[in-house]
Structure formats: structure tokens, C-alpha cells
T-cell receptor, first 112, second 113 residues
Framework: GENVEQHPSTLSVQEGDSAVIKCTYSDSASNYFPWYKQELGKRPQLIIDIRSNVGEKKDQRIAVTLNKTAKHFSLHITETQPEDSAVYFCAAWNQAGTALIFGKGTTLSVSS | DAGVTQSPTHLIKTRGQHVTLRCSPISGHKSVSWYQQVLGQGPQFIFQYYEKEERGRGNFPDRFSARQFPNYSSELNVNALLLGDSALYLC????????????FGPGTRLTVT
């Protein structure tokens, strides 16, 4: 079945550094890749997404890149701040387009 | 605009009991999906409903069922609760169309003792 793998599982950076989280997916038909941020005890919040017809998308300090040939996509956060500390999940639609398949999450800790 | 809402916020049940969780989607959204999130894991897909019809079902036992009402709100029912059903149950809604963005509600924290 469809699978999304996410690395690393934990990431610690100093405030102001950059953070990169990588995901690979198995279904070559996937064409939509969202990233969610989940703070402790809260709902997953959609922070950025990318569709397969573009290779990169930016929104202020966050960006996502997609390599369809290699079937991987990455989240880049620049100039990290303590409030970026959270669990980040990548996801991809399943082949039927009925469900998002999530990675296992990356716990990002930004220390000041 | 109100986001996705869910009720109740928290729930404690005993093994063998049943539970009903409720979700109201964002106004204008016709698709509702349910996910289970066990502590330390990503959300796992349970059901998707669109226009009151089941469009997808994840790898969950028949003890799990759901339905969608004419106003697009939805209920998730779980029968014969097991300890392993303890989790955060998330509802997500999306606008009409395929492979659209999904927006999550705050979830219902279910504890089975």
C-alpha cells in the first residue's frame, strides 16, 4: 500500500539556524503534498503544500521542494524561532484520492 | 469563518462501551474525513464521506462506523471499545473537488479504561 517515510524523527537547532525535514512517498500517482504543524495538545495545522506541477513553493520563512523523479519532498524553515518548536508531519494523497497518508512526524526543538 | 468543530473535547469510556463523536465541517465544505492519532504517531485514516456517501475506508475493524448528515456534519461511532482505541480522533473537512486541502478540527481525546 501507499507509504510516506519521514526523517529525521527529532531535530534540534539553535534559534536563527535553518531546519530541513525530508519525506519520501511510494505512490508515483501522488500529486499533492501538504505539511502540517502540530503543537502539543492542538490540532494539525496546514502550513504549506505543493502540487506536482511545481518544484518549489515559498511562504515567508518556510519553503517546500518536490522531486517527483526521486519521489521525495522536503520542508525548509529558515531563521528558526522558538515558536517553530512543534511536531511537523508530511503527507501525500493515496492513489484513490480519499485519504492523506501521513509520515510519522518530526519533533523540532528550537532553542534560544 | 468558523473552522472545523468537534464534540466532545474529552471523553472517558470503559472497555466494551460504545462512543459517538461529532464533527461540523467548515461552511461550504462537503467532504469530511476521520483520522485516529495515537500518541507519538501521525494521523491514520479511518473514513472519508462526501455528499453523505462513504468514499473511502481505512484499515479499521467493523466496530468503527460513520455517517454524514444532509448538513454535511458527521458522526463517528465506535462499538465494543478496546484499550487500544484510546487516541485523539480528528475530523478534517475539505472543499468540493478531488485531492483538496484538508483542514482539521481540534479533535476528541478518547480514553478507554
Amino acid at each position: 500500500g501507499e507509504n510516506v517515510e519521514q526523517h529525521p524523527s527529532t531535530l534540534s537547532v539553535q534559534e536563527g539556524d535553518s531546519a530541513v525535514i525530508k519525506c519520501t512517498y511510494s505512490d508515483s500517482a501522488s500529486n499533492y503534498f501538504p505539511w502540517y504543524k502540530q503543537e502539543l495538545g492542538k490540532r494539525p495545522q496546514l502550513i504549506i503544500d505543493i502540487r506536482s506541477n511545481v518544484g518549489e513553493k515559498k511562504d515567508q520563512r518556510i519553503a517546500v521542494t518536490l522531486n517527483k523523479t526521486a519521489k521525495h519532498f522536503s520542508l525548509h524553515i529558515t531563521e528558526t524561532q522558538p515558536e517553530d518548536s512543534a511536531v511537523y508531519f508530511c503527507a501525500a494523497w493515496n492513489q484513490a484520492g480519499t485519504a492523506l497518508i501521513f509520515g510519522k512526524g518530526t519533533t523540532l526543538s528550537v532553542s534560544s | 469563518d468558523a473552522g472545523v468543530t468537534q464534540s466532545p473535547t474529552h471523553l472517558i469510556k470503559t472497555r466494551g462501551q460504545h462512543v459517538t463523536l461529532r464533527c461540523s465541517p467548515i461552511s461550504g465544505h462537503k467532504s469530511v474525513s476521520w483520522y485516529q492519532q495515537v500518541l507519538g504517531q501521525g494521523p491514520q485514516f479511518i473514513f472519508q464521506y462526501y455528499e453523505k456517501e462513504e468514499r473511502g475506508r481505512g484499515n479499521f475493524p467493523d466496530r468503527f462506523s460513520a455517517r454524514q448528515f444532509p448538513n454535511y456534519s458527521s458522526e463517528l461511532n465506535v462499538n465494543a471499545l478496546l484499550l487500544g482505541d484510546s487516541a485523539l480522533y480528528l475530523c478534517a473537512s475539505s472543499a468540493p473537488g478531488t485531492r483538496r486541502e484538508q483542514y482539521f478540527g481540534p479533535g476528541t481525546r478518547l480514553t478507554v479504561t
